[in-house]
Nanobody
Framework: QLRLEESGGGLVQAGGSLRLSCQISGRIFSDYGMGWFRQDVDGGRHWVALIRWGAGSPIVGDAVKGRFTISRDSAKNTLYLQMNNLRSEDSGVYYC???????????????WGRGTQVTVYS
């Protein structure tokens, strides 16, 4: 199991940008699937962007395509989410997660951070 810690959330005006970081502790194998998830006010948690630690192959959801970018820095053991042109509907608690040999980390068996709040106001 990895330990993950998010940072970079905050309050931002619509149209602005934020960069979330996820510091990862532990041994990261290349077959880890990693992602950013957003938990909405209704409690639902949805993936926003995914990437494989070794191969890359980033995927972003349709709602954020062209605005969000997921990346990782293996030298720093850090996962990033660059969020541009933010909208009010992007608001929520953002979590990073990781799990071996799977593209979308699961809540039951993956490693998860504690989340960082993003609030976008108009």
């Amino acid at each position: 199991q990895l330990r993950l810690e998010e940072s970079g959330g905050g309050l931002v005006q619509a149209g602005g940008s934020l960069r979330l970081s996820c510091q990862i502790s532990g041994r990261i194998f290349s077959d880890y699937g990693m992602g950013w998830f957003r938990q909405d006010v209704d409690g639902g948690r949805h993936w926003v962007a995914l990437i494989r630690w070794g191969a890359g192959s980033p995927i972003v959801g349709d709602a954020v395509k062209g605005r969000f970018t997921i990346s990782r820095d293996s030298a720093k053991n850090t996962l990033y989410l660059q969020m541009n042109n933010l909208r009010s509907e992007d608001s929520g608690v953002y979590y990073c997660a990781a799990e071996r040999q799977i593209m979308i980390p699961s809540t039951s068996s993956g490693s998860w951070g504690r989340g960082t709040q993003v609030t976008v106001y108009s």
